[in-house]
């Protein structure tokens, strides 16, 4: 009784923090997580080589071409907080990427009707990643995921399961990318006898990156010595819910001194959160920091960033 009571509370008071909750369970599993993918408006299927793209195309990660450590840390609605840790790893023409993602809802007061009354994490989710990509010929990276998400319910309920992603990226070497990936298949989330069904998502992308000349071309007296610009644009679907459009630029800018500038915009279209998305960046020879900013007129400000070093 008391499981099912909780469960129950929590679907009522923990959803607002959670990733964009809808008709399916584990809703974790879609946690738009990473500074640069945000600040692109989560267009990203369509994106080669980055770490980020463990939660959005296993395909893309196959174009990773050194060893790169990413971690992110997102405060989400009310007090939720997540994290995520990517780290691909280049053999030859394959890339084996281990990841692992939290999510921690903040402390809930528990009151139940059979006088049971405590204080407890609403809701505390982990998902541990293995992907592998693989490069056949140059310009395509194909991937794979298997991920196991275990999610507790106000320290009272737990559910296990395991799911799988799949991806494909084809890179032409003109700048312009074309990504699909199928994720979150697999079982039913099952906290009791009934579950539901993983938010089973397609994803389709497009993406174009090409050098602007000249380098200041956008501010003239600006001692920039190399420029390029990558335009995104994304439709994704999860079961039971309707497809979204979202897009997204991201401009790098190389200062005198080697460092590299970034400013990134992008625009989630047709949806109760719709609205502009923002980020910026700076980089170095190794290392890397990314941040996004997502504002919403009825829940807080997503904000993020992602520490990056390359070995």
Known sequence: MRTAGAIFLISLLAAPA??????????????????????LGRAFTAVPGDPEAVNYNPGALAFAEKIKLS????????????????????LGS????????????????LNLSDGTRATVTAEQDKVAYLSAGWRP??????????????????????????????????????????????????GKIKFEDSGD?????????ASYKFAVNPPNLFDPGADITYSDMLLSVDWSRTDKEKGYYQGGAEANMTLAGGAVF?????????RDSAGMTYGLGMA??????????????SLD?????TLNYKF
């Open 262 to 270: 970034t400013l990134r915009f992008g625009y989630l279209a047709d």
């Open 137 to 186: 010929v140059p310009t395509l990276g194909v991937g794979a995921t298997v991920k196991r998400a275990s999610l507790e319910l106000a320290e009272a309920a737990t559910a296990t399961s395991l799911h799988y992603d799949l991806g494909v990226l084809y890179a032409a070497k003109n700048g312009l990318s074309l990504g699909a990936a199928y994720l979150n298949s697999g």
């Open 94 to 109: 394959f890339v084996l990427t281990p990841a692992y993602m939290f999510f921690n809802s903040g402390k809930m007061d």
């Open 18 to 39: 959670a990733a964009a909750p809808g008709l399916t369970g584990a809703p974790v599993l879609n946690t738009p997580i990473g500074a640069r993918s945000s600040g």
């Open 197 to 205: 069904p993983p938010p089973t998502t397609r994803r389709l992308g």
């Open 71 to 90: 971690a992110t840390y997102m405060r989400g609605y009310l007090d939720g907080s997540y994290g995520l840790v990517s780290v691909p790893l280049p």
């Open 284 to 297: 170095g020879r190794n290392w890397g920091l990314d941040c996004s900013f997502v504002p919403s007129d």
């Open 301 to 305: 400000t997503l904000s993020q960033a």
